[in-house]
């Protein structure tokens, strides 16, 4: 059997003292430590001189809080009081809105009241017109009878004579005045 370990490394004594704490605290030999070290720089393909690989995942972690605690200011100072007020100015549009519905439908419901008044008025004028104008045309037939009888009448008492009896004068004034109760 052949032996594996045919290498050696050398290193000086404050490394050794170094990798036995290491070895301490993970539990391992400090062979396996080796071991273990240079495969994870193997895998990961890190530069073993790079130490500030640490450095800058700490910067970026101390920007990102930077970052987070400027977005909860933000937050805090302008998008939850932009909110709020949205919030506020969005109900008393919909109050405004629910106001302004329940007065306009009110009007309409007395404009249309007051049409519907209006209507029957107009209705009511049209018969009173209707029936003035029949009152108009049965006044004129009046007036034709009546002036009919008055030259019936003038034409009778122009015919009349010095001659004529008082008895034929009267009995055409009342023959006038009945045709005259009849119109």
Excluded: C, W
């Excluded at 439908?105 to 249309?112: G, I, R, V």
């Excluded at 104008?133 to 037939?141: A, D």
């Amino acid at each position: 059997m052949e032996d594996i370990n045919v290498r050696s490394v050398r290193y000086p004594m404050a490394v050794d003292q170094k990798l036995e704490k290491i070895a301490l605290k993970l539990g391992r030999t400090k062979r396996q430590v080796f071991i273990q070290m240079v495969d994870y720089f193997y895998k990961s393909k890190k530069d073993p001189l790079d130490l500030n690989d640490e450095l800058l995942k700490n910067a970026l972690m101390k920007n990102h809080k930077d970052y987070i605690g400027f977005i909860r200011k933000q937050e805090d100072m302008l998008l939850i009081p932009i909110k709020t007020e949205t919030d506020q100015m969005i109900a008393s549009q919909g109050q405004l809105i629910e106001r302004f519905n329940t007065q306009v439908l009110k009007a309409n419901t007395d404009l249309l009241n007051n049409q519907n008044a209006q209507v029957r008025k107009f209705t009511e004028m049209d018969t009173l017109m209707e029936t003035i104008r029949k009152n108009q045309k049965s006044r004129e037939q009046l007036k034709a009878q009546f002036l009919f009888i008055l030259d019936s009448y003038i034409k009778s008492r122009d015919a009349f004579g010095m001659m004529t009896s008082g008895r034929e004068k009267e009995e055409l004034i009342s023959v006038t005045k009945v045709q005259i109760s009849l119109l």
